[in-house]
């Protein structure tokens, strides 16, 4: 497989560094790329319902993940998802902005995009583009 294949260049290096610095920290890591590898892993461990489960109830303490990948991951989840929603961390080369994220605002404001609407706080969404909260203009 060649690096200029498979997803734009800026997200291929925001996953590397992130796989390599958690490993290097020491962190077990489990990596799938196929929806059948992440079935599997949620069927065999996965027994919770409840909103925001705790390590106790949980294999697991953070889900890094894609826009796409979020996606699948909720249709693969489906009645879990609830349990997985606050360890939930998108790699999110381009920043999706929290206007887009919530859900019921950006269908109000006729925001609507194909990677929004994910309901998740702004800080689970990991981008490029750091923000020191000042305005840039």
Same mark, same amino acid.
């Given at each position: 497989?060649?690096?200029? !294949?498979? &997803? ?6 925001? +996953? ?17 790329? $196929? ?10 461990? !996965? ?9 106790? @109830?949980?294999?697991?303490?953070? !889900?890094?993940?894609?826009?796409? &990948? ?26 999706? $902005? ?16 194909? +990677? &929004?609407?994910?309901?998740? !706080?702004?800080? @689970? ?7 020191? &909260?000042?305005?840039?203009?």
């Amino acid at each position: 497989m060649s690096y200029t !294949i498979g &997803g734009p260049l800026g997200e291929l290096v925001q +996953w590397s560094d992130l796989l390599a610095t958690l490993y290097i920290l020491g962190h077990n890591l489990r990596v799938t790329s $196929e929806q059948e590898q992440l079935q599997q892993y949620i069927n065999h461990h !996965i027994r919770v319902k409840s909103p925001c489960a705790n390590g106790n @109830q949980l294999p697991l303490d953070i !889900i890094y993940t894609d826009i796409t &990948g979020l996606k699948q991951f909720k249709r693969l989840t489906a009645d879990a998802y609830s349990a997985f929603k606050c360890k939930l961390r998108v790699v999110d080369s381009f920043g999706t $902005e929290p206007a887009f994220n919530h859900e019921m605002f950006s269908k109000t404001n006729r925001m609507v995009t194909q +990677w &929004g609407r994910q309901n998740l !706080i702004p800080q @689970q969404f990991f981008t490029m583009f750091l923000c020191d &909260g000042k305005d840039p203009s």
